[in-house]
C-alpha cells in the first residue's frame, strides 16, 4: 500500500496557466507538508498544515494556495504559473507535530513550466 | 541559527570504500538529527536519525558519529555500494520546532 501519495507524476504546462497537485497518506498522521526542491536538489518548506490546520506558511508567492479538505489530504493549487515554478514539488506527512523528524514522503511531482 | 551546513556537496568513492558526509548546526536547542536518502525519481526517505545525548549510532553499514561540543554529526557508509548511489541529506528538528531544517544535500557516487 502506498503511504504517502501524489498525482500527477509529471505536469508540463506553459505560463499563465493554473494547475493542482493532490496528495493523500493512509498513514493516519496528522501533519501534512508541502516542499520544493529545485534543480540542485535543495529542500524547501513551503506550508505545512496540522489536522486541517495551517501550521506554516513560508515566504512562498500568493500564487500558491495549499487546501487540506481533510487531515489525509493536502492539495496545493498554482495560479498563472510561472518559468521559476518549475521543480519537484513533494508531499510529506508525519505522525507528530511539525518538528518530527520522522517524515514520509511522496514520490513527487516534477512540474514543468515551458 | 537555525541553517544546517552540509559538505561535500558531491562526492565519488570506490566501491568498497567508506562514504563520508559532514554536516554542522548552530542551535543547540534541536532534539533529533536524522539524515535522509533520496534515490533519483523518488521522495527523500527517513536512513537513521540521532539524539544529541548519542555519540554514535550505527544500523547495518549506515552509523551517525555526533560530537556535541562541536555541533557537528557525520554520516559514515562503511563498504560502499553503487546500489548506495543517492543524494544525503542531514537535518535538524526539534518538539520546539515546527519543521525539520534540511542540509542543502550530498549527491553521491558509488563507482565499481
Known amino acids: 500500500d502506498t503511504a504517502v501519495s501524489q498525482t500527477p507524476k509529471y505536469l508540463v504546462t506553459q505560463m499563465g496557466n493554473d494547475k493542482s497537485i493532490k496528495c493523500e497518506q493512509n498513514?493516519?498522521?496528522?501533519?501534512m507538508y508541502w516542499y520544493k526542491q529545485d534543480s540542485k536538489k535543495f529542500l524547501k518548506i513551503m506550508f505545512s498544515y496540522n489536522n486541517k490546520e495551517l501550521i506554516i506558511n513560508e515566504t512562498v508567492p500568493n500564487r500558491f494556495s495549499p487546501k487540506s479538505p481533510d487531515k489525509a489530504h493536502l492539495n496545493l493549487h498554482i495560479n498563472s504559473l510561472e518559468l521559476g515554478d518549475s521543480a519537484v514539488y513533494f508531499c510529506a506527512s508525519s505522525p507528530l507535530g511539525g518538528g518530527s523528524y520522522e517524515q514520509y514522503f511522496g514520490p513527487g511531482t516534477r512540474l514543468t513550466v515551458t | 541559527q537555525q541553517q544546517v551546513k552540509q559538505s561535500p556537496q558531491s562526492l565519488i568513492v570506490q566501491k568498497g570504500g567508506i562514504s563520508i558526509i559532514n554536516c554542522a548546526y548552530e542551535n543547540t536547542a534541536f532534539d533529533y538529527f536524522p539524515w535522509y536518502q533520496q534515490f533519483p525519481g523518488k521522495g527523500p526517505a527517513l536512513l537513521i536519525a540521532i539524539r544529541p545525548d548519542v555519540s554514535e549510532k550505527k544500523e547495518g553499514r549506515f552509523t551517525i558519529s555526533f560530537n556535541k561540543s562541536a555541533k557537528q554529526f557525520s554520516l559514515h557508509i562503511m563498504d560502499s555500494q553503487p546500489g548506495d548511489s543517492a543524494t544525503y541529506f542531514c537535518a535538524a528538528s526539534g518538539t520546539s520546532y515546527d519543521k525539520v531544517i534540511f542540509g542543502p544535500g550530498t549527491s553521491l557516487s558509488v563507482i565499481p
Open positions: 498513514l493516519g498522521h496528522d501533519t
